[in-house]
């Protein structure tokens, strides 16, 4: 009897971890799932500058809470999990930025010049391991 009451406990701890672990693998897809949606549904689609700006800040705000380092020159370091960046190509001068530079520069500039001017979303990647983030965006300037 009291075998069968060890054995029982064992198994009832075994099922609780299976279950918690279930769960917690569950969470983390679905919190996942909701960060890599805010930036998938700019993909292929043309925005404002305005638009570009919010994803910037959104960028921004994410590599912080996932605590994301910087280098020396303010860029932040990918590692290869949850960490995004966003670059723009703007048509006027054929020249790409990391959302970094911009930030550094005051976004509000950007907003000055660019509030108006239309961009596409023409490539984003995905981080290769496990967590399927969204590791970059190019945004290209289509309107002058």
Known sequence: MK???????FVIIIVCGI?????????????????????????EKEVYGADVATIINKAVDSNTKNNIEKDE???????QTNSIKI???MKDIE???????????????FLEYYNKIQ???TKIEYHKKNTQ???SMLFEQITS
């Not at 679905?30 to 805010?38: G, H, I, L, M, V």
């Open 95 to 109: 020249e790409t930025y990391p959302m970094e530079l911009i930030v550094n520069s005051g976004i509000e500039k």
């Open 3 to 9: 075998k069968f009451v060890v054995f029982l406990i």
């Open 19 to 43: 279950s918690y672990s279930y769960i917690v693998n569950k969470a983390n897809y679905n919190n996942a799932k909701r960060e890599n949606q805010q930036f998938k549904d700019y993909y």
């Open 119 to 121: 961009f596409k979303c």
């Open 133 to 135: 983030n969204v590791k």
């Open 87 to 89: 670059y723009i190509k």
């Open 73 to 79: 020159k303010g860029f932040y370091i990918e590692n």
